[in-house]
Every structure is written in structure tokens, then in C-alpha cells.
């Protein structure tokens, strides 16, 4: 290999050349020892591998750690980069690929974290063997750990992968574009993500399907920023790209469905109608049962929203029966909320009353605190209606208890607020005072100033 | 035979300031964090070293989490690795409750909820509703290190992330009850954004909300901290600057070499590599092979 100008390249030529040899094939994986020297080395026997490791442990640039040792970071990253020269590259493609049966065979033997470990190690060196296979790898790791709202995760894949940036093929340099935009907006840094979304649409390498993501990624973000007109633009955009397609057509009523949202969130509760129903027809066709339960729910919430309180309780029927066909165990306990709101409108407490049990017995089972605390809250409010003061303040106070667990201050607020107005009505005017003045200050520390004066005028109607 | 930690230690140059303002903040009432930041091969690594060992003259208790490329660096890394560090039968509750967010039909052993009022001093002041405390000593709870949320469940990741911490502050609470604990956290760099803010916002808020005290915190990285007002009075900031002539010198003088060579030769590292500490340790590992090869060919 040729000597080039820094430090560790001039180390390296100093060293005796077989040593030196093993230090480079050292920077292929993150950490080595022993055992990954033998690997790194075929035919090196453990007596040399052991010699040879606490040899190199002498070197300023080798650390320690608990999985053994490892190069600089600076110093393997000369070092790595060196082995994707041409002449370099064949051998580097040999040790990546002995190193990634080494971490096959491993796998075997360990669970859990360790597991995980050592796949993410076996990805690495799989991108150097076959590069698809190792990105395809990776993106399926990716999309388990944010599936599993595991950021970190994703954040650690994306960086590992970022490695091979300068042999990465255009595709999978767009593709992990995309992936650090998704992260990114993860994050919420929206700025960063539609950097991101923005420079894959400038890319003459990116696929249509992947152009089409990015458009409605962007739209993603114009929505949660509450610019609707943006973000439907950009969802037109994705939608007529994706319709000139074949391999993007069954994103279409996914997009439909963005659509519907972005229309009913902004008002034009007609278009979004329109966009709900062709969602809904084209999931049909491909039977798509989640696609369906999640565009009728959307059509539920956008007829609640217009009044029509009958047609949105058919809506969230048929949601529920398309959401239960496709096993999904939990997300009824959404449905069953809507389905309390929406009997709540109607005036209806006893069936509504009925639904928010049912809510609450599922988000129970999942464990989601706060699924049942707003579920709570609103079951509160149906039971004052029904004159069930006991049982409603009873459920205000657990929705309060959970809302301060989870650090959801507003909601915190509200509920206190809420208990307060029972207390008032049933003149405990001590335990109404307490919790409207609790209310007001979390509504001030949060900057709800607005709410916070609205608590105050209640405060100013108790009797001193 | 020396360890690198050794070597480490005997090479160590400079940073004197670096060092005393960590044992400055170790001893303050008022900072329990320090950032200590520069570019890849400053010597970050060495300083943690360095203080680490300053923990164990003063027998201060210690954790280190180092975050690395190949491992998951997230908040249940951390608190994980910290327990383990620190003692983990303070942390049964916390234990019990990563199991039962991570493994398939798990039943929590211990039906804990503590209540810590107004600041710290656990034993005093919390109320420990459904159990009794010493039943939990005799809990034998072994975490089964799944970092995979379990699939028969479906808690939200926020509320995994609230109440994990929460266990775990009330298990750290304890452990600092009566000692003073120095929490290390290096490649600061590699940690993810959520992380990070985890780091700050529950870790290190936890202490400046009152309800952990006794505790002190070295952040090491390559960026340097983006604090507010309120943050700057609480944290102490180490910028690392390249070494000097006098320094090189110095460590010319640690690593053996001779004392009539070491002026020239300092000069010719500053000039190659602007102070770097990487770099310099480098160049005179190199010469150092050198100087070993041309003994062994005149043998």
C-alpha cells in the first residue's frame, strides 16, 4: 500500500510490514481482539493473534474497552478510507466478507442487546461484501428501529452506513438521503428534514418512487407546521408523479388519505371528502384492510367536524370492522374513543359512557398511560352529564395522575380545571380553589396566558 | 506489563487547568457540570482518564458511559450502564419495569410507586405506597438486556422514556444519598439529538430541579455546548486547546526521549501538527519504531 502523508501512514511504514499489514486490516471493524485478528488474518494462530494485539495495544493510537480494542477514530478513519482504493478493494471485500460470517456464526450464540450488537457489526461488513445487500440489510434494521420508535437507533445505523460515503452508489446515497430526512423529521427538525426531502427531488439519481416519498415527506412537514396550502401542494405534486407511475401506484391512497387530512385540517371539508373517498376506494381494490380503517376513521373525524354525528359513527364502524380484520389488537382503542365522542354529540352518555370503557380496557392492556388518561377525561365529563359526580371525579383525578406522569402539562391543566368545575358544582369550594389556582399556574408556566384567564375568572366567581 | 490506562496516565501532559477546574466543580456547591470539548484528537479521552483516576485517589464513587458506533447509545443504554456501574440492587424497580417494557408477557415483581416530596433525601421523605421496602432486598431481579420494546404491549416510547426515568432518578436518588457520585460520559459527539436531550433534560434536570443532589456530571465531545443563561451558571466549560512548545517537550521527556533532542524535535511537531495531541503521540510512536529498528539492525 503506498505511504501517504500523516501520522499513522508514517507509523505504518515503520512498523515491520506484516504487522503493519494487520493494523490496516485492524480498522476494518469498529473494535478487534484475538479472535477478530484470527478472522482479519486466516491461518494466524490465537498464540500470535494474542501477541499481536497487546503489541498494537503499545501504539498511541490503539484504546481500550470493555468489547477489546480499538483505533482512534481520526486514525481508522485514514485508515479505512485507504482500503477503497482499487488495489485495495478486492481484500477489503475478502475480510469484510470472512468478518461477516465471523458475526453470523456469532449471533447464534447471544440474545437480546449483545444480539443486536453484533447484527448491526454483521451490516456494517456487509455493505462492504455486496453493497445492496448490505444496504437492503440495513434498511430493514432501520425501519424495524422506528417502527419501535427507536431514533437512537436509526441515528447510530445511518451514521455506521455514512462510512462507505465515498463508494456508496448514487441510488443508496438518495435512498440513505431519504433516511436521514425521515430521522430528521423524527426529531422534528424540520428544517433539516426538508433539506434533505428537498436535495433527493434535485437528485437526476432519484427514483421516481423515491421522489414521489419525498413529496409527500415535505408535505408531512408543511402539516405539522399548520401551512395546509404548502403542504397540499406538495401532496398534488407526489400524487401526480405517482399516478404517471406503475411502481409508485400503490402509494396512491396513502396519499389520498394525506390529502383528506390536509384538506379537513384546513377547512375545505368538501375536497377532503372527495380525497377520503378515493382513498378508500382504492384500498378497496388492492385490500388494503389498514389503509381502509384508517381513511374511513379519518372520514368519521371529518363528519364529527361538519356535525354530521350519524355519518361519522357509521365511518367509525367501518373503520373498527376493516381494523379488526387486519389483527391490529390495539388501535381499536382509538376508534372506541372517537365512537364515545361522537355519542357524546348526540347526547347519548350511557352508550357513550359504554365506548370509553371499552377504550379504556384496551389502551389498559397496551400500557398507554396516556391513551387512558384522555380517555378518562372524557369519560369524566360524559359522567357529570349523567349526574355521576362521584365516578367523575374519580376519573379526573386518575386522568390528572397520569397527565403529570407523562409530563403532558396542558392536558395536566385541563383536567384540574375540570375537576375544579365539579368540585364548584357540588360547592367544596376549597377543593375547587385549589385546583383552579393549580390549573392557572401550569397554564402560566406553559405560556397558555389565554387559558390561564379564563381560570382566573373562574377562580374570581368561588366565594371568598 | 503496563495497561494503556497506565500509559495513559504517565504520559499525560498539560490540561493542569482542565484538571483543577474539575476538581474545583467536584467540590462546588454550585456547578455539577463539566463540558469539555475540542476536535478528534485533542485528547478528551486522556483528560476523562485522567479525572477518572483523580475519583479514584479521592475514592469517589464513579460511572462512565462511552458512546460507540457499534453499540446502542440511547437513554436505556445509560441509565443501564450507570446501574451497573454504580450498583444495581439500588435499582431493582427500575430493572423490573425494563423487563416488563421489553420481554414478552413479564410480570412486574415489584409493585413500587414512590413519591418523592420536595427534594431528595429518599428515606425521609418518601411515601411507598403497596410495598414494603425491605422485601425488596430479598428480590433477586436480573435485567434481560432487550432493548426491543415487547410486542404484546403497546406502550408509547414517550411514556417508556418518562417512567424508566423516573425509576431510575428514585434508584439514583438512593445511591447518593450519602455519597457523591461523578458520572463520566464520553464521545459526546456520537450521541443522537433525542439522546442528548434526554442527557439534559431529564438527567441533568433532574439535578437542577432539586431532585437529585450529590452528583456531578463530565460531558466530553467534539461540539461545544449550546447552554442558555440559566444552564451557564450550573456548567463549567473546558475548551481544549492544541498543546504548546513547553508541553511537547514535556511529553517528549514522558515518552523517553532524550533530553538534548527533545527541543528540535518539539519544534518540528508543532510545526507538522499544530499542537495536535493525536498527531504528536503519532509521529513519536513513529519515531520510536524507528529508533527500535535501527538498535535491532545494529544489533
Known sequence: ?464 | MTTILERRLSEFVNRDNELRRFCEMVESDNKFIMVVWGESGMGKSSLLARMIHECAQRKLRKAEFVSKDTRSNDYMAIMRKIRDDVGVDFFKPFTDLINFYTKEGYQPKIELSVTVAGSIEVAKKAQIEGSNVGDISAVVIKDNMINVPRSDMAVPETERMAKLTDRFIEGLSMVVENELLVVFFDAGEKMSLDTEKWVWGELFGAVRDGRLNNIKFVLCGQNPPKLDRDWRILVEEAELQPLGREHIINYLGKRGLDEASRPDLADMLLSHTKGKISQIAEMVDAFLQLKERREHNNG
Open chain 1, 1 to 464: 500500500m503506498s505511504v501517504q502523508g500523516s501520522g499513522v501512514e508514517v507509523l505504518l511504514h515503520l512498523m515491520d510490514p506484516a504487522s503493519a499489514k494487520q493494523l490496516r486490516l485492524c480498522a476494518i471493524p469498529h473494535q478487534f481482539n484475538p479472535g477478530i485478528l484470527q478472522v482479519l488474518v486466516p491461518n494466524m494462530d490465537m498464540d500470535l493473534a494474542e501477541e499481536r494485539c497487546k503489541e498494537f495495544s503499545k501504539l498511541s493510537i490503539v484504546l481500550s474497552g470493555s468489547d477489546g480494542w480499538s483505533i482512534h477514530d481520526e486514525a481508522r478513519r485514514n485508515l479505512f478510507a485507504q482500503w477503497f482504493k482499487p488495489e485495495n478493494i478486492a481484500e477489503f471485500a475478502a475480510a469484510s466478507a470472512r468478518l461477516v460470517a465471523y458475526f453470523d456464526q456469532f449471533s447464534v450464540n447471544v440474545q437480546g442487546q449483545s444480539q443486536e450488537n453484533v447484527r448491526r457489526r454483521r451490516m456494517f461488513h456487509l455493505i462492504g461484501v455486496e453493497q445492496s445487500k448490505g444496504f437492503a440489510e440495513f434498511e430493514q434494521l432501520c425501519r424495524q428501529a422506528r417502527h419501535q420508535f427507536r431514533i437512537s437507533e436509526c441515528a447510530s445505523l445511518i451514521r455506521l452506513v455514512h462510512e462507505y460515503d465515498s463508494i456508496l452508489i448514487p441510488q443508496h446515497k438518495v435512498w440513505l438521503t431519504y433516511h436521514e430526512g425521515k430521522l430528521s423529521s423524527d426529531l422534528r427538525q424540520w428544517e433539516e428534514a426538508e433539506k434533505h426531502f428537498k436535495n433527493i427531488l434535485e437528485d437526476v439519481a432519484s427514483p421516481p418512487v423515491l421522489r414521489v416519498k419525498a413529496y409527500v415527506r415535505l408535505g408531512y412537514i408543511y402539516c405539522e407546521k399548520r401551512l395546509w396550502q404548502i403542504a397540499i401542494d406538495y401532496y398534488q405534486q407526489g400524487l401526480q408523479l405517482a399516478t404517471t407511475k406503475a411502481s409508485s401506484h400503490d402509494q396512491i391512497h396513502h396519499i389520498l388519505l394525506d390529502l383528506g387530512i390536509a384538506f379537513r385540517d384546513s377547512g375545505d371539508l368538501s375536497q377532503a371528502e372527495k380525497m377520503l373517498q378515493n382513498s378508500i376506494k382504492l384500498a378497496e381494490e388492492i385490500n388494503d384492510l389498514a389503509g381502509m380503517a384508517s381513511a374511513y376513521n379519518t372520514l368519521g373525524t371529518l363528519n364529527l367536524k361538519r356535525g354530521d354525528t350519524h355519518l361519522a359513527i357509521e365511518a367509525f364502524e367501518k373503520s373498527l370492522e376493516y381494523l379488526e380484520k387486519s389483527n391490529d389488537v390495539f388501535g381499536s382503542a382509538q376508534l372506541y374513543n372517537n365512537l364515545g365522542i361522537a355519542y357524546t354529540d348526540l347526547r347519548e352518555w350511557e352508550k357513550s359512557e359504554q365506548f370509553y370503557q371499552k377504550s379504556l380496557e384496551i389502551t389498559r392492556r397496551a400500557g398507554d398511560s396516556l391513551g387512558q388518561a384522555r380517555t378518562l377525561n372524557n369519560l369524566a365529563r360524559v359522567q357529570v352529564n349523567q349526574n355521576k359526580i362521584d365516578q367523575a371525579i374519580k376519573n379526573y383525578t386518575q386522568a390528572i395522575r397520569l397527565f403529570g406522569e407523562m409530563r403532558e402539562h396542558y392536558n395536566h391543566a385541563v383536567a384540574k380545571y375540570n375537576r375544579g368545575k365539579i368540585y364548584r358544582r357540588i360547592k367544596i369550594f376549597k377543593l375547587s380553589r385549589q385546583d383552579f389556582t393549580e390549573a392557572m399556574e401550569l397554564f402560566k408556566r406553559y405560556g397558555k396566558h389565554e387559558e390561564a384567564d379564563s381560570v382566573l375568572k373562574d377562580i374570581n366567581t368561588l366565594p371568598c
